[in-house]
Nanobody
């Protein structure tokens, strides 16, 4: 029900824009987020947005370089990634939550009900 797209191969210092769209059954979301997983590593939080109030959160590793945005009515989220580094290489997953929770919980993957299939981002040095 979630589809992530926009990944690809880019040189260090370049930019990419990921998109997360919904399909199939219509459902309401209160939060949307991006996580990523590099080979041999656990899935980690990247960014999240809460539609009510527009609150956003970022991991320290991407703060200042990545921007999350979206459209609540369309259940669509975007991740603008600038100044990409080789360590940003990973499969990026979008996620959505069908219930509201506190801002501090936005970084927890267990809070999200819906997940996209992932899109590969590769940053070459």
């Amino acid at each position: 029900q979630l589809q992530a797209s926009g990944g690809g191969l880019v040189q260090a210092g370049g930019s990419l824009r990921l998109s997360c769209t919904t399909s199939g059954r219509t459902f309401s979301t209160y939060h949307m987020a991006w996580f990523r997983q590099a080979p041999g590593s656990e899935r980690e939080f990247v960014a999240a947005i809460r539609w009510s109030g527009g609150n956003v959160a970022y991991s320290d590793s991407v703060k200042g370089r990545f921007t999350i945005s979206g459209n609540n009515a369309k259940n669509t989220a975007y991740l603008e990634m600038n100044s990409l580094k080789p360590e940003d290489t990973a499969v990026y997953y979008c996620a959505a939550a069908s219930r509201r929770f506190v801002l501090t919980a936005m970084r927890m993957s267990s809070m999200y009900d819906y997940w996209g299939q992932g899109t590969q981002v590769t940053v070459s040095s």
